[in-house]
């Protein structure tokens, strides 16, 4: 699964998952994944970033304030872990996940690279934005690229860029739209890494 650690693009998820309507399994012992119950997303606060959650019919909730809470949603595959702030049998409101997991649905096969990979890629953000960047992965269709926080923070999912050069020719000269953005848990030289995901366009 992959990390999405823009606040932007979690309040997007969530906010999908709210006009959806759709049934949430939640839990709070992560061992013990078969006490579970169920609920639905029935208030979203973009503004005090809190969501409110209630019991599915015949449901009761039955929850600790001090331990972490998981949910998930079969909508999109996602995983989020978040806190309890208010607790009832029927409600409960929690805060704006800190942590949100996706399902990756890439089913090409993928070309790894690494992260000591010495394959790159020229990226063309705005009209004053451009950066080299490592390639670190790559299929027929994408790229997946190791960029720095301060990348990291100008992009979005859904932005278009261009390639404007690669050490893989088939990337010269493209352009693409960001898919995915995350951080990675591997550390490199004590510094935090992060992804974006590339799909090409033309």
Not at 11 to 32: C, M, T, V
Not at 142 to 152: A, D, E, M
Not at 162 to 191: C, H, W, Y
Request: proline letters at 1%; aromatic letters at 8%; glycine letters at 4%.
């Amino acid at each position: 699964m992959v990390d999405i650690s823009n606040s932007a693009n979690v309040k997007k998820i969530l906010k999908d998952l709210f006009k959806s309507k759709k049934s949430l399994r939640i839990w709070q012992s992560i061992d013990e994944t078969r006490n579970y119950c169920y609920g639905t997303i029935v208030k979203f606060s973009q503004m005090n970033e809190s969501i409110e959650m209630c019991a599915t019919d015949k449901e009761q909730f039955s929850f600790d304030e001090n331990i972490n809470l998981y949910f998930h949603s079969h909508f999109k595959d996602t995983l989020f872990k978040t806190t309890i702030t208010d607790n009832g049998p029927d409600k409960i409101i929690i805060k704006r996940p800190s942590f949100v997991k996706i399902r990756d649905v890439r089913t090409e096969e993928r070309k790894s690279f690494g992260l000591q990979s010495y394959q790159s890629a020229n990226l063309q953000i705005t009209a004053k934005i451009n950066s080299k960047v490592k390639i670190v992965d790559s299929s027929s269709t994408g790229i997946g690229l190791i960029v720095n926080k301060y990348l990291f923070d100008k992009l979005n999912e859904g932005d278009i860029i261009t390639i404007t050069d690669s050490t893989l020719p088939e990337f010269k000269n493209r352009t693409a739209v960001v898919r995915n953005l995350g951080t990675m848990d591997k550390m490199l030289n004590n510094q935090l890494l992060f992804r974006c995901g590339l799909e090409i366009l033309s």
